[in-house]
C-alpha cells in the first residue's frame, strides 16, 4: 500500500522511531528500517482549541484535530466511540480511604470496551491506505470492535483469537458475521500467526500489527476526555490495566500533547499500571528495576490483560517511572473482589481488567505508594458482563423462596 496524493491523514505529517528517532513517510509501516524499534505519529496540529472541540461531536472524532485520521472521518460510516462517562466515586473513595475518585467507564462504548476507540481509528487509517480487509489478534475485546466496526463500515473483517477465550466474548465477536478463527494457544502465539499472515495478504490491515501506529492513537482519546470531562484539568494521579502497555503510554502521551498546546495547565501527576499476577511482566520488570521485559506465559481469569510479550512494556517503565508512578500487580482472587467492590459502591459492573485496576488501586493505597488526599482516576475498560465465570461461583441471590409473605418474612430479608 502507498499513499496517494489524495491520502488525507488529518494533521499526521510521518512516522518517528521511538528508539533511533529516525522519520520516514506516512505509509503502512510499524518498524523502523534502521534500527527496529517501533514507530509511531508526528504531528503538525495547527490551531487546535479548547472552543474548536467542544464543537465537536460527542465522540472521539470531536479529537480529530489530534489525530491521524481524515478531515471528514465523522461522516463516514463508523461505531462512533468515545465520550464516555467520567464518574465521580465517592462511595468506592469512601471504602478506601481516597479523598477524590473517579472511574472512567469505558463499558458504555459500542461493543462495551475501550478498543471501540483504537480500532475506529485504525479502520479510517487503512481505508486511506486503501487496505480492503480489517483484521487482527486478540484476547477478546479487539476482536468484539474489529467485527463490528468492519461489519458497519461494509467491510470484510478477519479476527484471530486463543480458543479457550471466555464463550461470551467468542460469541459477541462471531455474531458480527466476517471471517473468525480460534487458535490452539494462548494470545503471544496467536500474534505471532497473525504476523506471518500479515506478511502474505497484502490488502489486510491488522490494526494492532501492520497499522499498529495509527491504531495505538485512539488511546490517547482516553487522556483527552478525562482532561475535558474534569474541566481541562489534568488529575494528579491516574491508574491504568496493562496489557500490551499502548493504553497507559498513549494516555501520558495526550496529557503531553495538551500540556504543549496549552489546553490544560502544565503540573505534575502520576502514572501507574496495574496487572494480574498471571501475567505480570511489566511489574516484575518495575520492581527488579529492570529495562527489559521477561516474557511471561499467561495464567490469570483476566484474559483480557493476558499478553505475556507486552510490546509497549518498557515505554510503561518509562512513563511510570518519569512521573513518579509504579506498577503493581494483584491475584486473581483480587481481582474478583475488585470487580465486586465496584460494583456494589459505584454500581458499575467492570470486566477482569476493571478488576485488576480497582484490586490495584486498594494495593497502592495499602502500600503508600498512592497518595489518597490527590484527585485520582482509574480505568474501568470493559464491561463485566462479557466476564461471568470471574464472579458467577461467588455471587449468587439472598434467597430463593416460594411466592408469599410468609416465606419472604421467614427468610428474614425486611
Not at 503540573?267 to 527489559?292: I, L, M, S
Request: hydrophobic content about 40%; overall charge negative.
Amino acid at each position: 500500500m502507498a499513499l496517494t496524493p489524495a491520502t488525507d491523514l488529518g494533521p499526521a505529517t510521518a512516522l518517528v522511531c521511538r528508539e533511533c528517532g529516525t522519520s520516514r513517510d506516512l505509509g503502512p509501516h510499524y518498524a523502523c528500517e534502521e534500527c527496529f524499534g517501533p514507530l509511531e505519529i508526528a504531528y503538525d496540529f495547527g490551531g487546535v482549541t479548547r472552543e474548536s472541540i467542544e464543537s465537536g461531536p460527542r465522540n472521539i472524532w470531536r479529537y480529530k484535530g489530534l489525530l491521524p485520521v481524515p478531515s471528514a472521518i465523522a461522516e463516514t460510516p463508523n461505531t462512533e466511540p468515545g465520550f464516555t462517562r467520567l464518574v465521580r466515586a465517592d462511595n468506592l473513595a469512601e471504602s478506601l480511604g481516597l479523598q477524590s475518585l473517579w472511574v472512567k467507564d469505558d463499558s458504555g462504548n459500542p461493543t462495551h470496551s475501550f478498543k471501540d476507540r483504537v480500532v475506529a481509528v485504525a479502520l479510517a487509517a487503512a481505508r486511506e491506505l486503501g487496505f480492503k480487509v480489517l483484521a487482527c489478534p486478540s484476547t477478546g475485546n479487539l476482536a468484539n470492535a474489529v467485527a463490528a466496526a468492519a461489519a458497519r463500515a461494509g467491510i470484510r473483517s478477519a479476527v484471530f483469537v486463543p480458543s479457550n477465550l471466555e464463550a461470551q466474548k467468542i460469541i459477541t465477536t462471531a455474531v458480527y458475521g466476517g471471517t473468525f478463527v480460534t487458535v490452539d494457544g494462548n494470545y503471544d502465539d496467536v500474534n505471532r500467526l497473525a504476523s506471518e499472515i500479515a506478511g502474505e495478504q497484502d490488502d489486510w490491515a491488522f490494526v494492532n500489527v501492520n497499522v499498529r501506529p495509527y491504531y495505538a492513537e485512539g488511546s490517547k482519546t482516553l487522556g483527552y476526555e478525562i482532561a475535558e470531562q474534569l474541566g481541562w484539568r489534568l488529575p494528579d494521579q491516574i491508574v491504568v490495566p496493562v496489557a500490551s502497555g499502548s493504553q497507559l503510554t498513549k494516555i501520558d502521551k495526550a496529557f503531553q500533547e495538551l500540556i504543549k498546546l496549552n489546553l490544560v495547565e502544565d503540573k505534575p501527576y502520576r502514572v501507574f499500571g496495574a496487572q494480574a499476577t498471571g501475567c505480570a511482566p511489566v511489574a516484575d520488570a518495575f520492581k527488579a528495576g529492570h529495562d527489559v521485559i521477561r516474557p511471561v506465559k499467561p495464567d490469570t481469569i483476566a484474559k483480557s490483560l493476558a499478553i505475556g510479550n507486552p510490546a509497549d512494556g518498557p515505554y510503561v517503565l518509562d512513563v511510570a517511572r518519569r512521573t513518579n508512578g509504579s506498577v503493581e500487580d494483584v491475584s486473581d482472587a483480587e481481582v474478583v473482589e475488585g470487580i465486586r467492590l465496584l460494583a456494589r459502591t459505584e454500581g458499575i459492573f467492570g470486566e477482569t481488567a476493571g478488576g485488576v485496576t480497582v484490586a490495584t488501586l486498594r494495593k497502592l493505597i495499602a502500600s503508600g505508594a498512592l497518595d489518597p488526599s490527590a484527585e485520582t482516576v482509574i480505568i474501568n475498560s470493559g464491561d463485566g458482563l462479557k466476564t461471568l465465570d470471574a464472579v458467577a461461583p461467588v455471587v449468587a441471590p439472598s434467597a430463593n423462596i416460594a411466592p408469599s409473605l410468609e416465606a419472604f418474612r421467614a427468610a428474614g430479608l425486611a
